[in-house]
């Protein structure tokens, strides 16, 4: 690959005005243009996050109204922390469901890597630090074995996980011993979800976001107007980035009401959003602006004509496979730190709940399709059918109950888009 | 005439107790298109997959500019400026235009894809081929035509600046307009100094774009003629065996 700036050829094609009107082409120049465009994608049956957003706020509308508790600082609060494995676990499994494959064990996964966690880091244990990393290794092995099975022998990814779904958990109970329950110790894990920064620091990291955002924002303009490639317009920059700006501000403003009781006040932004947040980015980065993550939508889209463009396709399919028992680890640790102790049961559960949040976001499961954005608000509705039914008194099961519900129905919202705008069901 | 890019001299191949290719000549021309056909089961896809790297010839001498090559591996033709565009259309219907175009040659800067760059050079491709079809590099191809996709798999070789491109039945599924626009790409091509492979079953179509024709039959090459100087007839007759030249061999 030449590393020299633009080549001669592209920068005196540039300068035709037939290649000119071909690239301003799907360049939108005003909020006008911009909207319509959208509107243009959307009927087209690229919904995206669209339904989930559009879902979130439904529901949000419903629980403000049938109970006063649910719009208060401390339930959002408590949203975020509920939330936060699942986001984790959902942005966890796109990069395995983008390829069009499946992780079913990730929960589990975590589930070993905690058990081991909690049980090694004991008051009589190793270090904290060395045991995360004890439980990052466990990740990374997982991920490699699944790997291997998937990507080098051809095993049905299904079928390795599933395995792995039940030995893991057996794996689980050897570790822990039947019916045994580690309380998790060290205070940093356990700060994660328990504590919130300091008011000035919400703000500090609004900020530090904005500008991060402009930054690259910038530089991407700065670098297509070098290559004489067109910019879109900067007003709808400036409107994406300000909406950005306006919901992070009434939030951190929200979340800087004390929501303590008379006897402790409790105020800031939870710890655990600007972690969320650092995994979110620097995930969208692998999956938008690197190759890795851009082999990983072509084979998701059709491995073939990804080998023969010359990806190595097993070499990618490994490292997405490692990549999400990675990070299902970090949302264990999560999990953990929410819930206080590990057993025998940890991230049995989660998995499917990480699968559907992911499909409810608008990430396909036959690959391909999808973006870490989505599984994030995805699970963000998941979490909060749970905590507005959990406030309204109902039981686990109606929980449940709607859940499914919900998957089934964003499932069918997909599937109906897709068949309207006439593209092929399998991608 | 001048030197070939490509030039097989008696390539064998066989799989098991069946010889598919008996020791076959074949050269193709840079600015010229070189039709290459003959009935199924002929060695046509055999010859190609050599080529291609995808599965190497068991004898026989492969010339890359007047200098013996191994085409052992896909990485080893593309080395060389071989690119085949494969009848199924190797693109990947989640991206866009300018992804597919770059799709394994990703233009980088700093670390991170060079989006304005590429987006250039793509639409610089297409220029050069007097695309007028294709309305935004940004559209997904999963939205695109059977002739679109066509085109955009072709300019894909513009992209990797490919010498010699191997297009599988390029018509093989399109309607009559799109079928006559890709024609013209092909021909432009060749304008462009590339030597491009054409394989068809269509004489019609063969003989609106083709400037040499070769025919197989049955892993012999039966006739190697120019457009000029045949008609479908002959090579109708050196399809099906009922014809033969005795000058190849």
């Excluded at chain 1, 005003?30 to 465009?37: E, K, L, M, Q």
């Excluded at chain 1, 509920?82 to 959902?90: E, Y």
């Excluded at chain 1, 924002?217 to 879109?232: E, F, Q, T």
């Excluded at chain 2, 457009?227 to 009922?242: C, F, H, L, Q, R």
Aim: with cysteine; net charge neutral; glycine share 12%.
């Amino acid at each position: 690959m030449s590393t020299e700036s633009t080549s001669p050829v592209a920068a005196e094609a540039a300068k035709k005005p037939e290649t000119q009107s071909l690239l301003g082409e799907g360049v939108e120049h005003g909020v006008i243009d911009h909207a319509r465009a959208y509107v243009g994608r959307v009927r087209g049956g690229e919904m995206g996050a669209l339904p989930a957003l559009g879902g979130l706020l439904v529901l949000f509308a419903i629980f403000g109204a049938s109970h006063e508790a649910f719009l208060t600082p401390r339930n959002m609060a408590n949203l975020m922390t509920q939330a936060a494995p699942l986001v984790v676990l959902g942005m966890a499994l796109v990069f395995v469901l983008l390829l069009g494959e499946i992780d079913l064990s990730a929960g589990v996964t975590f589930g070993v890597a905690m058990a081991v966690f909690v049980k090694y880091t004991q008051p009589d244990g190793l270090s904290w630090p060395v045991g995360l990393a004890l439980a990052m290794g466990i990740g990374f092995a997982v991920g490699a074995t699944i790997g291997f099975f998937v990507a080098k022998i051809g095993v049905p990814s299904f079928v390795v996980t599933l395995g792995l779904f039940l030995g893991l958990q057996g794996v689980i109970l050897i570790v822990i011993g039947a019916g045994g329950t580690y309380r998790l110790i060290p205070e940093p894990i356990k700060a994660i979800q328990n504590s919130n920064m300091p008011v000035w620091g919400g703000w500090v990291l609004l900020v530090g976001l904005m500008a991060l955002l402009v930054a690259v924002a910038m530089w991407d303009r700065w670098r297509r107007s070098k290559s004489g490639a067109p910019n879109g317009s900067l007003s709808i920059m400036f409107l994406k980035l300000g909406a950005i700006a306006v919901i992070g501000g009434a939030l951190v403003v929200f979340l800087s009401v004390d929501r303590g009781s008379v006897n402790q006040a409790i105020a800031g932004v939870p710890i655990v959003v600007p972690l969320v947040l650092i995994l979110g980015l620097i995930g969208t980065f692998v999956l938008d602006r690197t190759k890795f993550g851009r082999y990983i939508y072509a084979i998701g889209g059709n491995r073939e004509a990804a080998r023969r463009s010359g990806v190595n396709v097993t070499a990618v399919k490994w490292s997405a496979f490692i990549v999400c028992s990675s990070l299902a680890v970090v949302a264990g640790l999560l999990y953990v730190s929410r819930v206080g102790s590990a057993d025998a049961s940890t991230g049995r559960e989660i998995v499917l709940s990480g699968v559907a949040a992911a499909v409810v976001g608008g990430v396909s499961l036959f690959g391909g399709r999808g973006r870490l954005m989505h599984a994030a608000v995805g699970a963000l509705v998941i979490a909060t059918i749970e905590n507005g039914l959990g406030l309204l008194g109902f039981s686990a099961g109606a929980t449940l109950a709607v859940s499914g519900g919900v998957l089934i129905l964003a499932a069918t919202v997909d599937a109906l888009a897709r068949r309207r705008s006439g593209g092929s069901t399998n991608s | 005439m001048n030197q070939p890019i490509i030039e097989l001299k008696g390539v064998t191949k066989s799989f098991g107790p069946v010889n598919v290719l008996k020791g076959i000549n074949f050269a193709a021309h840079a600015g010229r298109v070189t039709a290459l056909v003959g009935d199924n089961g002929a060695g046509k896809s055999t010859l190609i997959k050599g080529l291609a790297g995808v599965q190497p010839y068991d004898g026989g001498e492969v010339l890359f500019e007047g200098k013996p090559v191994h085409l052992h591996h896909p990485r080893e033709a593309a080395r060389h400026g071989i690119e085949v565009v494969y009848q199924d259309l190797a693109l990947c219907d989640n991206l866009d235009i300018v992804q597919n175009m770059f799709l394994g040659r990703e233009e980088m800067a700093q670390g991170t894809f060079d989006e304005g760059r590429m987006e250039v050079e793509a639409a610089a491709a297409l220029q050069s081929l007097s695309v007028k079809t294709v309305k935004s590099l940004k559209q997904k191809v999963a939205s695109l035509s059977g002739g679109q996709r066509q085109t955009v798999a072709i300019a894909r070789s513009v992209v990797k600046q490919a010498k010699v491109v191997i297009l599988d039945e390029p018509t093989a599924a399109l309607g009559v307009a799109q079928t006559e626009q890709v024609l013209n790409l092909v021909r432009r091509l060749a304008d462009h100094g590339v030597a491009v492979i054409i394989i068809s079953h269509n004489l019609q179509d063969v003989f609106q774009v083709a400037d040499d024709i070769s025919v197989l039959y049955l892993g012999t090459m039966t006739a190697r003629v120019t457009a000029e100087g045949s008609n479908p007839d002959d090579v109708v007759g050196y399809i099906t065996g009922t014809k033969t030249m005795e000058d190849v061999a």
